[in-house]
């Protein structure tokens, strides 16, 4: 039965640099980069090819130890320029360069009435070879999920209320047609309920509404409504030894498209957004592109692959993430000042109102930001703070700490079973003591898996 969520707790981040609903033309980038890092838990790979090797897109690259069936494969075709180690020779990235035209390892297709008497067996085994496995994210722990599982259910978030976020079913573009197929797919790989959870305060678009075989429930609600995680913990909580499985609305698209066409495209729209990007918007590239190739924006700049938030730092000359669908352009903040937050000021953006109480005063502004913390690390204190923005019946606070000691029974007790990294990640942004929350809890995270 669907339901209707509506959360009081949270706070939106309104930024400059939205993307306007427009494509720019942006040549294709001359390399790609698949990163194994982009994979948590999954970072020593098993290489398949080596410098020199011609690869499709769709070919494997790859294989990770405990689950080698499933392939990670090129996002593009062409000849894979370099094989980046760093310490302890860790493979850090797979270059390849481009062809101009993208050609494709060939997959079986299937019609709509094919489809519909598909095995779940057969399907599985078409997603493990082909590179679009990958979407599926299992929760707890936030990693690529294991075909020997079987989840309780499958989740799907379609919209996003990250700072600067894209618009989901715009980004779809000719993919959408693709999504009903993908939604077939993954109501085999469950005996339970397939959620699509859309914003409760703004228009549906026709690609979800009329989606069918899955429970559409409505969520209401300031960031981090938007989060998987917030959903599934008002929607069918984790509990422990539960599987749930999470997939964007693009993962879904794509493994409809692997099924209805027989390839893996790698092919989406792309956000460019932040206050740096002159006009910012969508451009058509694939995963895996270098940054350089989608803004033309100079200066002492932070390129993040993803939202300002859960994005990575990689530099103009970096390659978008696997899970990215956006790219940030905000100011450096490297530089000191004097007095900092006891200025007052009105292009301060905070969600403490003894600090930012006259940006309370225009709901509406759109701020600059940059990277500038505006202070050092401090002692970790409790204020309260995380409670109020975190829509979920845990302690954040008491459970970063719990973590901090590595106190097992306090952190499963907590709730470190529900969260993930985009789930504290506004916590982040408002703590006053300057701590990196996200990657506390993703070393609890591993203290607990490999327990």
Known sequence: MSKTIKLKKGFDI??????????????????????????????RPKMLVKEGDTVKAG???????????????????????????????????????????IAFEQFKSYSASDINGLSREDAVEQMKSSGVWQNLIQRPFGIVANPEDKPKAIFISAFDTNPLAPELAYQLGDKAEFFQTGLDILKKLTDGTVHLNIDGQAEVAQVFAQANGVEINKVTGAHPAGNVGVQIHHI?????????????????????????????????????????????????TYIGAQIKSLTEATGNLRFISGNPLTGVNVGKDGYLGFYHNQIT????????????????????????????????????KEFKI??????????????????????????PTYLF???????????????????????????????????????????????????
């Open 329 to 364: 352009v905000i100011p450096e903040g490297d530089y000191e000042e004097f007095l900092g937050w006891l200025k007052p000021s009105t292009s301060k953006l905070s969600f403490h109102k003894a600090l930012g109480l006259l940006s309370f005063l225009n709901k509406n």
């Open 401 to 451: 700490k719990a973590i901090l000691a590595e106190d097992y029974d306090e952190m499963e007790a907590l709730g470190i079973f529900e969260v993930i990294e985009e789930d504290v990640a506004l916590c982040e942004f408002i703590d006053p003591s300057k701590n990196d929350l996200q990657e506390i809890l993703r070393d609890g995270i591993e203290l607990i898996k490999n327990s």
């Open 236 to 284: 069918e909580p984790i509990n422990k030894g539960d599987i749930v499985w999470t997939v964007t609305p693009y993962g879904v698209a794509q493994i409809g498209q692997l099924f209805a066409q027989g390839k893996y495209d790698a092919s989406k729209l792309v956000a460019v957004t932040g206050s740096e990007v002159s006009t910012p918007g969508y451009v058509k």
């Open 59 to 101: 070919s494997p690259l790859y294989f990770v130890r405990g689950i080698e069936d499933v392939k990670y494969c090129s996002p593009v075709s062409g000849e894979i320029a370099e094989i980046k180690r760093g310490e302890k020779r860790k493979i850090l990235e797979i270059k390849i360069l481009a062809d101009k035209e």
């Open 14 to 43: 309104n930024l400059a640099g939205k993307p306007e609903k427009k494509i720019s033309e942006v040549s294709l980038s001359e390399t790609f980069a698949i990163k194994p890092t982009d994979f948590p838990g999954m970072e």
């Open 370 to 395: 940059d990277t500038n913390t505006h202070g050092e690390e401090r002692p970790f204190v409790v204020t309260g703070a995380f409670e109020k923005v975190l829509p979920m019946d845990i302690l």
